[in-house]
């Protein structure tokens, strides 16, 4: 009988071990990474809708790119650590490059931009010039 229990205590301690360990290795690869969050807003302080981020890896020149939501956020979870080059642009403004942008291990780093209204430029293409207009026939 003292063997059946020290059995089922072995099976249960390895049991136990193995589920330690399937719990715990997901959260050790996360700290190796970083996240990058903050809100995009105009120079009165007004939340940016659809304002296009991108964030670049110095190092590789590996990008990804969000757009802000109505409250004018973004967030990159998961990004690696190191240097990063941010780049925010909507069409009504001024784009704005931040350049030595440092993400640490584990950290939310937050990196709030305001950004400057842009100058209104109009431009008028033209392509083709259309003929004068056959009234004659039908074809």
Do not use: W
């Amino acid at each position: 009988m003292k063997s059946t229990y020290c059995r089922l205590f072995a099976y249960f301690s390895i049991f136990a071990a193995f589920a330690l360990l399937a719990t715990g290795a997901p959260s050790f690869a996360q700290t190796e990474r970083a996240t990058l969050e903050g809100t995009v807003t105009d120079p009165s302080g007004g939340a940016i809708s659809g304002a296009n981020v991108k964030v670049t890896a110095v190092g590789t020149a590996i990008s990804q790119e969000r757009k802000t939501n109505s409250s004018g956020y973004y967030r990159f979870p998961g990004l690696p650590v190191g240097q990063f080059t941010v780049t925010v642009s909507n069409p009504s403004f001024k784009t704005k490059v931040i350049e030595q942008v440092i993400l640490l291990v584990g950290e939310t780093h937050t990196l709030d931009v305001s950004l400057t209204v842009g100058e209104i430029e109009d431009k008028v293409l033209i392509t083709a010039e259309a003929g004068p207009a056959e009234r004659t026939r039908a074809s």
